[in-house]
């Protein structure tokens, strides 16, 4: 199982960036996928999930509104879309997967992609 987080950087507060996921290794259109970020400092927290029906997406409360997440199964890709970027947000993105649930820690993790988000 691979999956590659590409797409972060450094984007000024108010900003949008889109963060991509490129799985490979399993079949993609069977797993549950999802996001996670760890800010420097702080616990590893949740950030978004989707099922693998694509029928419910999951949020962090404080999240709702300004990400959302997708997936293309056609391609293996995951998606994060991110607006109205805060300097809270600036954390390192993990995309990951998992086949039994949303609603429990993944099973894989990608390297992680940078996002810094200035003031």
């Known amino acids: 199982v691979q999956l590659q987080a590409y797409g972060g950087g450094l984007v000024q507060a108010g900003g949008s960036l889109r963060l991509s996921c490129a799985a490979s290794g399993f079949t993609f259109d069977g797993y549950h996928i999802g996001w996670f970020r760890q800010a420097p400092g702080k616990e590893r927290e949740f950030v978004a999930a989707m099922r693998k029906s694509s029928t419910s997406t999951y949020y962090t409360n404080s999240l709702k509104g300004r990400f959302t997440i997708s997936r293309d199964n056609a391609n293996n890709r995951v998606y994060l879309q991110m607006n109205s970027l805060r300097p809270e947000d600036t954390a390192v993105y993990y995309c990951?997967?998992?086949?039994?649930?949303?609603?429990?820690?993944?099973?894989?993790w990608g390297q992680g992609t940078q996002v810094t988000v200035s003031s």
């Open positions: 990951t997967a998992d086949y039994l649930s949303c609603a429990r820690m993944p099973s894989y």
